[in-house]
């Protein structure tokens, strides 16, 4: 599915010169990085490194569904028919959101063993909120997944005014 969408973009930029959709590759292998930690945190058998790669890839997973947030990029141009454009950022949210899953299907494995079958749905309401403001921090607030490493003061910033001042972002 991946080389379908990556055909797509392919076949869009020789058609019409324009590299309009060249981001969507980058946003699926951001996609991809959590299945990369989840595939590690079921294989590791230290301890401490499950619990790295679960930050890891909670850090990373709502890159995963914010591949459906680039549908906001579908518009009108004279150079490809919509319904063309619409099919690229269509399918490679499908792909994000299929990643995602799979990845998640990885954590609540492992979350299984180790918090008990009863805190699975907590710890999944826990992700999704957690994902649901991951996604509203890339697309609105414009921080990315890396700038925890990279901007951690200015991130830690933004989040802290969220928190003191939850309503003033409709």
Known sequence: MLLFTGALIIVR????????????????????????????LLK???????????????LFFPNSMYIITD?????????MPQWYDLLILFSAAIEGIVI??????DVEKFLRLHIGKRFIPLALLFVFLISGYGIY???????????????PADLFLDIARDIVHPFRNH
Do not use: C, Q
């Not at 930029?13 to 590690?40: E, G, Q």
């Not at 921090?137 to 901007?151: F, H, M």
């Open 137 to 151: 921090l890339g697309r609105y607030l414009r921080w990315n997944s890396w700038d925890i490493i990279t901007e």
């Open 71 to 79: 549908l906001f990029h579908l518009a009108n141009r004279k150079s």
């Open 100 to 105: 995602g899953f799979l990845s998640l299907i």
């Open 13 to 40: 930029v020789i058609h019409t010169s324009y590299h309009t959709f060249l981001f969507i590759p980058w946003n699926l292998f951001l996609a991809l990085v959590p299945l990369y930690f989840s595939f590690r």
């Open 44 to 58: 590791t058998d230290s301890r401490r490194m499950a619990w790295v790669y679960m930050a890891a890839w909670l």
